[in-house]
């Protein structure tokens, strides 16, 4: 299943993951990912229970509750969510625990504290500096 990861015998580090930490840190995620579709679930029918309506009033209300939706389901945690879906895509590709930037090992104690972290801290650190005059576009 996690192809690259089984071959960790060979590596000189411990930075790698074992597949008891790819299974645990995979459903963290699923587990964040489950609570945070909760959340925009119940803010989804707390706006449209008790409403009675036609169909075509339903649809304008409906509109009406997805702008609505989007601002109460707040901006950060869409876009954790889209991160969250993205990185469980690594996991079926076996890469999970990879920097995207240079394919080193991001190591478990950085996963374990931040598990969509997609970058290793030096990658992480060099990205942040670049985007830091460009982070209020
Ligand atoms: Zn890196």
């Not at 579709?37 to 309506?53: D, F, I, R």
């Amino acid at each position: 299943m996690y192809t690259r990861l089984e071959n960790t015998d060979s590596l000189p580090n411990d930075e790698y993951l074992t597949n008891e930490q790819v299974l645990e840190l995979h459903n963290r995620l699923i587990d964040q990912a489950n609570e945070l579709l909760e959340n925009a679930q119940n803010a989804m029918s707390e706006l449209t229970e008790n409403q009675e309506m036609d169909p075509d009033e339903l649809d304008v209300a409906i509109s009406a509750t997805n702008r609505d939706l989007s601002l109460r389901f707040a901006d950060r945690e869409r876009k954790m969510l889209k991160k969250i879906t993205k990185i469980l895509e690594r996991f079926q590709e076996g890469e999970y625990g990879s920097c995207d930037e240079c394919g080193e090992a991001i190591g478990y104690k950085r996963l374990s504290f931040r598990p969509v972290a997609s970058l290793c801290i030096d990658c992480k650190t060099e990205q942040e500096q670049l985007e830091h005059n460009s982070w209020d576009r």
